[in-house]
C-alpha cells in the first residue's frame, strides 16, 4: 500500500499508569518505530484493567484504524484480563492455544511450577495468532487488526520487533525541524498562509523558551518530498524576513 | 462528594505525541494530582490536531466522566485548534473574551506586538470561564465539566495549580506496595482468591526481573482503610507462606 495513509492506534491497559504509579514509555516508544515504518499512529487511549472498559475502547478503535496495538494485561494474574476482553470485543470464544501452551512447559522447570494460573497465558480468543516473546515466552497475539503485546516495556519491544516484517506501511512521513529565535506568534500569519499553501505539508509550532527568551521548533512533515522542500524554503525565508536566524536541522527523516 | 467516586479523562491533544517527536509527560504529571485530590483518572486519550479527532473526544469524554482535562493547541498559531473544536463540541459560538483580551494587551510591549494571531489566544467557547497562566499570561479555558489547558508542562501544571481549590475530590484512594522476590505466577491463584474475598480493595500485580531473578511488586489500592488493612495482611501472609521475604511500604497513602 505505498500510497496509502496507513493508521494505528495503540491501547495502553493499566491502572497503574492511570493512577500516576507508573510512567507509560510505551506509547512514546511505538509513536516513533510507526512513525518510522511509514504508519501513521492517529490515536492513543489508556484504559483501566476493568472488561468494559477494554472491550469499548477495542471495538471502535479496531473500526477506525487499520493497525491497532494493545500493551499490557496478559500475566498470569487476575488482573491479566486483556485476552478475555479481546475475545469479546470479537464476539469469540476464549480458547487454549496448544502451541502456547508447549511453550510454556519448555519454559517451566518442573509441571508443578506451569500451574493454572501460568496457563491462563495460553488463552487467546479462537482463530487469534500468537506474537513470539523472546523474552518471557509467554507469547502476545493478533486477531483481526489488532495486536495484543505484554506491558513490560522489554517484552512488548522484544514482541514488536517480531511483528516487523509483517507490518505494512505506506508511504514514509518526512520531516523537518526549523529552530528559530523568534515567538511563534510573530510568525503565526505568515506561517499559516504557508500552511494554506501547502495543504499536503503538516505544518506544527512547538513554542518554548531559551535562557529566558521565547523561540519556536516549526516542524514540517508530509510524504511528500518536494511540497517539504518547498515549504521549508517558504518557512526559512520568511524567518529571515522577520528578522529571525533560523537553524535548521537539514535531514528529511521521519 | 465525599462518599462518591469522583471520576476525570485527560485529552492530550498534539500531532508531536503521535509522532514520536515528543514525549509526553503531561499524562503521568496529572494522574498523580488527580490521584492526591481523589479523583480518579478513569481515561486517557491522545488525539492529533484536527478538528474532528478533537470534537469527536471531547463530546465523548464529557458525557462519561466528572472532569476532563484537556492539553495542548491552545497557542497563537494555525494548528493550535483546540478552542475552536471545544466550542464546536458544546455547540456554541466561539467569542472574543474581554478579559482575555485584557491580560494580552497587559502582557505585549506594544499593541503591535498584539497582533491577530495572537489575539485569537483570546478567542474561548462562549460561556466559558478563563483559567489563570501566571507565566505567559494567554488563559486556558473552563466551559462545563472541560478544563482546557496550555501544552507545554510548566504551564499546564501552573494552571492546573490554580484550578486545585474548584477541584471537588470523593474519598481519597489509599494505596500499599509490597514487593516480594517470588513471580507472581507462583501467587496467582492465593491473590486471587484474596481478591474475591475483598471485592473493595483492588489488588495489581506487576511483574519484575531483580538481578535475573522474578519478583513482583503488589499494589492494594481502596478508598476503605480498614478493608485495605485486612487485604495487606492476607498478601503478606500469603507471600511467607510461599515462602517469599515481603518488604511492605508500611505507608497508606494515595
Known sequence: MPDKVVTAAVLVIGNEI????????????LA?????????????????????AIVAAVRDLKEKYDYIFTTGGIGPTHDDITAEAVAMAFEVPLVRHPEAVRRLE????TPADL??????????????????????????????????????????????DGLRSELVGGRKMLARTIDVDLAEGVMAAELAAIQRAAPEVEIGSYPRMRQGRPSAAIVLRSVDGAALVGAVDAVLAMMRELGGAPRDDGSATA
Request: zero cysteines; charged letters at 20%; hydrophobic letters at 45%.
Open 18 to 29: 492511570l493512577s500516576g504509579r507508573t510512567r507509560d514509555t510505551n506509547l512514546a516508544w
Open 32 to 52: 516513533g518505530e510507526l512513525t518510522k515504518l511509514g504508519i501513521r499512529l492517529t490515536e492513543a487511549r489508556v484504559v483501566a484493567d476493568t472488561q468494559g
Open 106 to 109: 519448555a519454559n517451566y522447570a
Open 115 to 160: 500451574n493454572e494460573a501460568r496457563l491462563r497465558m495460553a488463552n487467546v480468543p479462537d482463530g487469534a495468532a500468537l506474537i513470539d516473546n523472546p523474552i518471557s515466552k509467554a507469547p502476545g497475539f493478533r486477531i483481526g487488526n489488532v495486536h495484543v503485546m505484554a506491558g513490560v516495556p522489554a517484552i512488548m519491544q522484544a514482541m514488536f
